[in-house]
């Protein structure tokens, strides 16, 4: 299960949907803290995050995670409508899987989840 953390509804569903005709199974989230319980209670074999998130952000949400034993290896993917080279090497300290520029994701987005799904096997 993909676990999407967008609080964007157009961009959310939207995403969602893409997912689904992918193959993948979804369950999504529009903050922060709700994600964090949704990783908890489910959890999901890969989680894409917005860096924006209201309640808790991305990169902490990533912390968060990371600090979690029993979650700290899900595939965890970012993205942003405004990237740049600090947010990216942050969330590679952070242990994130990929970073994705919104815009742009689209054709990377089912390869990358595909590699990270692939590599927990």
Do not use: Y
């Amino acid at each position: 299960m993909i676990l999407i953390l967008e609080n964007d509804p157009a961009f959310r569903k939207s995403l969602a949907t893409w997912l689904v005709l992918e193959g993948f199974s979804v369950q999504t989230a529009g903050d922060g803290i709700a994600g964090l319980q949704l990783i908890r209670s489910q959890h999901p074999d890969a989680v894409i995050c917005d860096l924006d998130l209201p309640k808790l952000n991305g990169l902490d949400v990533l912390k968060t995670l990371r600090q979690n034993a029993s979650v700290a290896d899900t595939a965890f993917l970012l993205m942003s409508s405004n990237p740049n080279d600090k947010m990216r090497c942050q969330a590679q300290k952070l242990g994130a899987n990929g970073f994705l520029e919104k815009r742009r994701m689209w054709i990377q987005l089912s390869l990358i989840l595909k590699s990270c799904l692939s590599n927990q096997s």
